[in-house]
């Protein structure tokens, strides 16, 4: 099996299940995603991989071809076999707006064409844009953030995660345990919180004594509809 076909086997299932769903493009690139972050951490492991170097840059550029592609009627047995059958670029843009909410330094950086092509889609498919804030312990935050993740789908994308940005005269909980971490992720949903039934256990790492999980809808002036101003996707 290629290096491409196996990390493609664990999003297979997931992959046909979104077929002819109007966010096919959305949950679908985040598949993707999934790949592109295991062909990096093999990227990153060399000396732990039995895949040469060469075979892990052929995958990586493959799916990189795919971020801005139209992926409703790409079948994953085609990428099995690194085929695309006449793709199709989309040239949806970013409203700006949402971009002043999350702030340029965070969508432009060069590790997250991934995440600014992902909020494009979710725009375009009518999902709200939140913030999730949490104590979580240190040691157990990958866990965490792949068990949050696992719940979200398919209603839920979570974009990334950032150190909970601190404001002057804010009541935050004091606490000596380096052992802990405040996170922010940024979400995009289909469906309030709430409707979700999310489970918070401490064994996936969460911290809940300290202080409970809370959830921010980000409030972005922008109608889908309306003729607003945009800006470029990485052109």
Known sequence: ????????????????????????????????????????????????????LKEIKRAEKFI???????????????????????????????????????????????DRKWEKRLLTDAVHCMWSLWCFDAWISVFQAERFHHQFAEQLWPHGIVLFVEGYPNKDGASEPQIKDYSLWKGRWYVCLSQDPEALSLQWRSEDGIHLDLEAPQWQKLKVNFKLSAKAKTTSLDE
């Open 64 to 110: 990189a071809q795919l971020r801005d592609l139209d992926l409703s009627s790409i079948k994953i047995q085609d990428l099995l076999q690194y085929r695309l059958v006449n793709p199709k670029p989309l040239h949806q843009r970013l409203p700006s707006e949402f971009v002043d909410a999350l702030g340029a330094r965070r969508l432009d950086r060069f």
């Open 1 to 52: 099996m290629s290096l491409l076909s196996e990390h493609l086997s664990l999003i297979q299932d997931r992959w046909k299940n979104t077929s002819g769903l109007l966010h096919t493009n959305l949950l679908r690139r985040a598949l993707l995603r999934e790949v592109v972050l295991r062909l990096h951490a093999e990227h990153s492991r060399l000396d732990q991989t039995t895949h040469p």
